[in-house]
Antibody, heavy 115, light 110 residues
Framework: QLQLQESGPGLVKPSETLSLTCTVS??????????WGWIRQPPGKGLEWIGS???????YYNPSLKSRVTISVDTSKNQFSLKLSSVTAADTAVYYC???????WGQGTLVTVSS | NFMLTQPHSVSESPGKTVTISCTGS????????VQWYQQRPGSAPTTVIY?????PSGVPDRFSGSIDSSSNSASLTISGLKTEDEADYYC?????????FGGGTKLTVL
């Protein structure tokens, strides 16, 4: 059974870059059986897809965030990462990593954008 | 842009059956798989249905998913409602290679 765990700073200053890592256990991140993604949830609001990455390395991003987002994979560490640049208070949210198609999710990590 | 529309809230009594709908704005919802997630307050979402109607291990068979092409909708049905089923439920599908979430439905069991 897959397990996913997010890690990274809980506080980021406006205009800086938010960086998070998702560590995967119980399966290989380079397996063709899975693909991976990041989702966020602002306080009191719904789920917003940020982007996904496939075993081939192909990436797909939410058009509304595409200019600021980079998702990458580190197969040696069985991790994938999110970078979101030029953050503002509107980027304050709980950030989740997840797997498809089976639908495993991490527990989420709250990132607050504030000076 | 493809959108998924869910009712904002539904309520039902314990022991009853409730169905939550998820309507696609365009195209055919049957063309891509639909997932359903349950999110209890203060917790991360968990998957209750994947690939339209598949239940992950550990999810009771009181949860079922279906697709109705005639209404371009997916549905999550929960039978034998329990108070522990009270949560937000989100549907999710795809538009080309992008992931789309519905706005979520708050289920109250009273």
């Amino acid at each position: 059974q897959l397990q996913l765990q997010e890690s990274g700073p809980g506080l980021v200053k406006p205009s800086e870059t938010l960086s998070l890592t998702c560590t995967v256990s119980g399966g290989s991140i380079s397996s063709s059986s899975y693909y991976w993604g990041w989702i966020r949830q602002p306080p009191g609001k719904g789920l917003e897809w940020i982007g996904s990455i496939y075993y081939s390395g192909s990436t797909y991003y939410n058009p509304s965030l595409k200019s600021r987002v980079t998702i990458s994979v580190d197969t040696s560490k069985n991790q994938f990462s999110l970078k979101l640049s030029s953050v503002t208070a509107a980027d304050t949210a709980v950030y989740y990593c997840a797997e498809w198609p089976s639908g495993y999710w991490g527990q989420g990590t709250l990132v607050t954008v504030s000076s | 842009n493809f959108m998924l529309t869910q009712p904002h809230s539904v309520s039902e009594s314990p022991g009853k059956t409730v169905t939550i709908s998820c309507t696609g704005s365009s195209g055919s919802i049957a063309s891509n798989y639909v997932q359903w997630y349950q999110q209890r307050p203060g917790s991360a979402p968990t998957t209750v249905i994947y690939e339209d109607n598949q239940r992950p291990s550990g999810v009771p068979d009181r949860f079922s998913g279906s697709i109705d092409s005639s209404s371009n909708s997916a549905s999550l049905t929960i039978s034998g409602l329990k108070t522990e089923d009270e949560a937000d439920y989100y549907c999710q599908s795809y538009d080309s290679s992008t992931v789309v979430f519905g706005g979520g439905t708050k289920l109250t069991v009273l």
